[in-house]
């Protein structure tokens, strides 16, 4: 196969993956999202190895972390999750993507690379690991605020999204843009919405005491 047939390859099997995260998001059902989250996981997963392997990119740090994810999907669909596995799992997902980055660099393409290139590829290479791992500190606290949550999330995505165009997989770049935007309109409404629970519970209580 030549370079852009594997690229078309790892694209088509990213967007695979993808497609099963937005349908993930039709099922209500705890179950049935996790499937769908796990597939996904099995697909990028595929094609971020696929992109080491053959592409010799700096993406063997993401096939870390869905390797970890589809580990923790099953803890979570058997009802084996609690505290203590979630720490051991987002402590993993550092520590194991970390891993990827390290043995990344012992390639033999990676040595032929300018310094300048050298670093810039282990930067972008860190960038999911940390997004993910920053996302996962803030769900695992039962008191973080939704708003921080959704900030993470967003922030987040876009650590993946310069990932994935750095490394020539744009339906998953654009796929993290989309997310940021949704989640940033989804936040705003949010705002709006509590804005004008506080003022309507403020204007009743104004009501009360006149009364």
């Not at 390859?9 to 998001?25: C, K, P, R």
């Not at 996790?34 to 053959?54: D, P």
């Not at 550092?94 to 990676?110: K, N, Q, Y």
């Not at 500190?137 to 999204?161: D, E, G, N, Q, Y």
Request: hydrophobic share 50%; glycine share 4%; proline share 1%.
């Amino acid at each position: 196969m030549t370079q852009d047939q594997i690229k078309i390859l790892a694209n088509v099997l990213n967007g695979i993956g993808l497609f099963f995260v937005a349908l993930s998001m039709a099922f209500k059902k705890k179950n049935s999202n996790i499937i769908c989250q796990s597939a996904n996981q099995v697909f990028s997963g595929a094609c971020y190895l696929i992109s080491f392997l053959l592409l010799k990119n700096q993406t063997l740090s993401t096939f870390m972390v869905c390797c970890v994810t589809l580990v923790m999907n099953f803890f979570i669909l058997y009802n084996i999750q609690n505290k203590a596995t979630s720490i051991i799992f987002a402590s993993l997902t550092f520590i194991l993507g970390i891993a990827g980055v390290i043995i990344g660099t012992t390639d033999a393409s990676f040595a032929e690379k300018s310094h300048d290139v050298q670093i810039l590829s282990v930067t972008m290479a860190t960038l999911p690991i940390i997004g993910t791992t920053l996302y996962n500190i803030t769900a695992l606290s039962k008191k973080m605020p939704l708003l921080i949550m959704r900030s993470a999330f967003a922030f987040s995505c876009v650590l993946w999204a310069i990932f994935s165009f750095y490394n020539e997989l744009p339906v998953a770049g654009w796929f993290n843009i989309a997310s940021v935007v949704i989640n940033v309109i989804g936040t705003i409404m949010m705002w709006k919405k509590l804005k004008l629970e506080f003022k309507k519970n403020d204007s009743n209580q104004v009501t009360e005491i006149n009364e």
